[in-house]
Nanobody, 123 residues
Framework: QVQLVESGGGLVQPGGSLRLSCAAS????????IGWFRQAPGKEREGVSC????????YYADSVKGRFTISRDNAKNTVYLQMNSLKPEDTAVYYC????????????????WGQGTQVTVSS
């Protein structure tokens, strides 16, 4: 059974950091493009970052560039999203997703999704 499970969310003050994890079971992440998405209340789900299956290339949305870092540990079958200098506008449910093909942050291209983890940035 293919499954993605996010963890690491929580409440953090502005300027703080969190590291999200996306653990896969039932398949090997090595062969999949992994994306992180987020959805704030009343807003569309938007792409945050993705990492390729082949050469580890990464991509970031302009809103998080320079603050977030995506990485993968194939031995642990896990992808991470390190989030620094967090802002209140980063508050959302964060999802990881996987697809074996293509490139980018088009959410319709992703086949498998986790259940999400809440990130709240507030003082």
């Amino acid at each position: 059974q293919v499954q993605l499970v996010e963890s690491g969310g929580g409440l953090v003050q502005p300027g703080g950091s969190l590291r999200l994890s996306c653990a896969a079971s039932g398949f090997t992440l090595d062969y999949y493009r992994i994306g992180w998405f987020r959805q704030a209340p009343g807003k569309e789900r938007e792409g945050v970052s993705c990492i390729s299956s082949s050469d580890g290339s990464t991509y970031y949305a302009d809103s998080v560039k320079g603050r977030f870092t995506i990485s993968r540990d194939n031995a642990k079958n896990t992808v991470y999203l390190q989030m620094n200098s967090l802002k209140p506008e980063d508050t959302a449910v964060y999802y990881c997703a996987a697809t074996p093909t293509g490139w980018g942050l088009d959410k319709y291209e992703y086949d498998y999704w986790g259940q999400g983890t809440q990130v709240t940035v507030s003082s």
